[in-house]
Antibody
């Protein structure tokens, strides 16, 4: 059974940093691209970042480029998102999601599994 | 980026009724790379439809997706109690992948 378990969220002040983790199990983690998606209160779901199966390629939304860094540890089956220079507008539930490879093996979308999410609150 | 607009915002129906959810794109979604997800309170989103019309593994056949270009529809032929939830569409044809704001299907 595929499981994705996020952790690391919490309350931090503007300008602060956090590291989110997503522990994966039930599939060959190193074979799939992985992504982070967030959902801010009253807003749409927003794709944040994607990393290729090997970790060699990374992609970011404009809103987080230069502040967030995605990485992965394939030996430990864990996905990370480093959040720096946090702003109030980064307050959201952060989900990790697994690529389905439904159309093509190299595709990063759509997703077939999501975690339950971890809440990040940025407030003074 | 492609903006997705879902309608209606809320759909109030009774079990056994047909649900029709709309997702309209601000520009054509190439290759019909559009997905639908279902989310219930306290649960992770679950994929329903890929490629506009292909059911994800394990999804009951009362769920169907249709449409192309800029107009897409998710239909639930006969609502079961477990189908009352939030539904989101996502396009993944043109980066960045974007989502609609969601349609809530609630019990009338």
């Amino acid at each position: 059974e595929v499981q994705l378990l996020e952790s690391g969220g919490g309350l931090t002040q503007p300008g602060g940093s956090l590291r989110l983790s997503c522990a994966a199990s039930g599939f060959t983690f190193s074979s799939y691209g992985m992504s982070w998606v967030r959902h801010a209160p009253g807003k749409k779901l927003e794709w944040v970042s994607t990393i290729s199966d090997s970790g060699a390629k990374t992609f970011y939304a404009d809103s987080v480029t230069g502040r967030f860094t995605i990485s992965r540890d394939n030996s430990g089956n864990t996905l990370y998102l480093h959040l720096n220079s946090l702003r109030a507008e980064d307050t959201a539930i952060y989900y990790c999601a697994k690529s389905s490879r439904f159309h093509n093996p190299g595709d990063y979308f759509p997703f077939d599994y999501w975690g339950l999410g971890t809440l990040v609150t940025v407030s003074s | 980026e492609i903006v997705l607009t879902q309608s209606p915002g809320t759909l109030s129906l009774s079990p056994g009724e047909r649900a029709t959810l709309s997702c309209r794109a601000s520009q054509s979604v190439r290759r019909n790379y559009l997905a639908w997800y279902q989310q219930k309170p306290g649960q992770a989103p679950r994929p329903l439809i890929y490629g506009a019309s292909s059911r994800a593994p394990g999804v009951p056949d009362r769920f169907s997706g249709s449409g192309s270009g800029t107009d897409f529809t998710l239909t639930v032929i006969s609502l079961e109690p477990e189908d009352f939830a939030l539904y989101y569409c996502q396009q993944y044809a043109s980066p960045p992948a974007t989502f609609g704001q969601g349609t809530k299907v609630e019990v009338k």
